[in-house]
């Protein structure tokens, strides 16, 4: 019962800048944070303050249909998302290619 | 500690039968008497119950220890006096989880510890019903202990404490209780008597009050 | 007259100590944890830092911009729907909806979601709707979804289970009846977690997250760290993240090995390493806090053991930060003046991946 609170002391941010995508790698690659960090901002082309950015990352996760809090109608989410973080990040993930095999399209 | 005390305490920390038979027959050859022998075996036998929690012993050198500490009492007991005897007798404990709660092995490592230390234990395991352990309590358990890992279950424990008042036994009975949620806090909010932090804080408690 | 300044106990109510008095209490909780997990002492500085963490005035304390950290919970939609071992808020919502809740409102990172009962043996039995509800999941959110379940050893014995109690059939002497059920219950329990792990897996889950792993002591450590190495074979990319239950794993049977490294005895610098040799992705070290003593003494012992964990690490660590853990208070809605604390110590000292 303490979630917000350790989120405005400590935590990344998750869709509301590059939390989930760190995470991501951090998970894949079993890496430190800083890391994590550097893969992120490598693939994104961006730079550190960048990342760490709200307002920034608004923009470029919408720009790049990469999902946000706020829905817009249309907006990629959920699996549409994740869909455009497997291309920025160069990863895999899991639902995607199970998508993909389950209805035989190609990526 | 002088030598023989030490000695003592150290064999009882080696967890070896052998090692503490040995060392007991030595202590009566130098003229201990037999309650000195008891109570430093005991010092060591509460050290051995840390250990355990830190890691360094582990669950089969803490049951190894108790079986050289009954070993050594067949050559103990015949030796106390009449009286020593007496004060010997052992105190009976009922140890329980609280009903709804299936969380066990804190509690099992305290009635483990508490029998190590001459108490005779009552588990009634997991998920006990409020009212059995008030029915060990009528019928000669003078020391209740409760352990619950939830919050949900813990307010049980008041429930055993109302229930003890109830029938008119609250203060012939010592009660423990313990888990991660329980804190000395919410013993002194419910009326317990002992919280103890972890299992061998709990037994240092319970034989500081009994003695 | 002395400053004082406003600290909290390890069981949430308010104290106030001078500078000097939470200093000592820091020194005192590196020498425990030096003492107990054989690790080396805090640096002078990083003493220092706790202690001027502790005395900042604000009612909370943060990192400094960039230096933010993975956050993630494990018990997952549990926390806003039902008991999940300590009372809830009770929310009349859905699970995929408590799950985006987090996703979306709550500044999660990554989330680890969960079963009502998440023990294995709870789970087993509801593998198909757990299934159902994963797919579900994967499809609505976009942050790293694991699934989390506890491998809870203490199910497998009776009265839930069908063998003896070890620490039961041991206070009776019975030593070698109490190793063969507890070696039959790891072993059921391993097949068990790998049974739900694969079938969970399959669904296109990110992961897995094994929480309060050797919660049963040595013989559930060894039976986790087994199932990961098995799951690992069919699934090598999965992300598994594996939570401890406590600060050293209790020495239960006591001759449990895992890869020739005996399991009982192991303090969070050392069970990293048998986890990353099973395949485990992150980990989440557990210390745990007294209840009598304060959050200064409570973090700094905390900070010393997670810290030589982290040197020793070679994978991520996502240090468990709840209730009664990592110098957090043990109370259901925790201080926030506590949290803030830990939290910082936690990151700038012990230098961790993720909370």
Partial sequence: MGLVTHYTSSG????????????????????????????????????????????????????????FITTTGGAPYGIEAKINIEDILDIDIACCNHLREVTRLHR | ?????????????????????????????????????IDAMSAGMSQVGILFERGKLFLPHVLSAAAAMNKSMETLNPLLTKDAADDGQKIAVVMGTVEGDVHDIGKSITSTMLQCAGYEIHDLGRDVPLKNFVEECKNGCTMCGMSALMTTTMTGMKTVIDMLEAEGIRDKTTVLVGGAPVTQGYCDKIGADIYGESASETAAKVKAIAS | MVAEYRMRMGDGTRRWMTKEQIRADVEDGVNNAVDCAEVPALTEDDICRIVDIMCEKGRTVSVEPGEEVILTQDGGELKLLNDSGSSSPVLEMSRTAAIQVHERALGMDTFEVAYFDPSTKMVKPVIGMEMAHCQNVMYNTIIPMLYMFMPNIGLYYQPTGPFGNPPDLMREFKIDEAMEAGENAMNMMRDDIVFIGERILSTGMDGLDFDTTASGGDLDFVGSLEAVEQIRKNYPDADIQM?????????????????????AGLYPHQQVKLAEAAGVSTFGPVVNTNSSMSTAWNVARAVTMVKECSKQSTIPLQVNMGMGVGGTPMFETPPIDAITRADKCMIEIAHVDGL
Wanted: charged content about 25%; aromatic content about 6%; hydrophobic content about 40%.
């Fill in chain 3, 243 to 263: 939570g401890m239950s406590a600060e050293s794993v209790l020495g239960i049977s006591g001759m449990c090995e895992y890869k020739g490294q005996l399991a």
């Fill in chain 1, 12 to 67: 990344l941010g998750g869709i509301r800048t590059v939390g989930d995508l760190v995470g991501r790698v951090q998970l894949r690659n079993k890496c430190k944070i800083s890391e994590s960090k550097k893969y992120v901002m490598d693939k994104l082309g961006i730079g550190y303050d960048e990342i760490h950015d709200e307002c920034f990352m608004r923009n470029f996760r919408e720009e790049h249909g990469l999902g």
């Fill in chain 2, 1 to 37: 500690m002088d030598a023989n005390e030490q000695m003592l305490y150290d064999a009882m920390i080696s967890c070896k039968v052998p090692t503490v038979m040995d060392a007991v027959n030595k202590a009566l050859d130098a003229g201990m008497s037999p309650v000195a022998i």
